[in-house]
């Protein structure tokens, strides 16, 4: 009997863990930006496909390459290719408010170092509008 309730109380306190914990996953997406130090909590905002953002908080995590990253493209710590851009997967589980905390990164794509957004001066003499519809139903200001 004692070994009756030993199991069932087992059994409940796995269960009850497990719902504490959050739900779990993993999502790709591209890298928007980071916050804060490398020596205190950082927060890394991931944009999905579908556009959403989440907000996931990284100072738990391991970082690491998927096999599709080319070994010449790796950086050495692999945290310090976690720059706007990069694409990344994440496996992490929400806690209580809801907050997504990370246990491992995966970098799937290294951040293309893209070229410098147009100066003022430049987008003067181009043929965009300045102001109007663009035809996807973009506004320009």
Known sequence: ??????????LLLVFASGLYAGPSGTFL?????ASGSRSEARWLYVKGKNGVIRRVEVSAAKVAYADSVPREQRKQPAATALQPGAEIRVTASQDANGEWRASRIEITAAATNAPPPAD????E???A??????PDGLRVI
């Open 125 to 127: 003499d181009s043929d």
């Open 1 to 10: 009997m004692v070994r009756r309730v030993t199991q069932i109380g087992l």
């Open 129 to 134: 509008p300045s102001e109007g519809t663009l």
């Open 120 to 123: 003022s001066e430049d987008q």
């Open 29 to 33: 997406g591209t890298l928007v930006s």
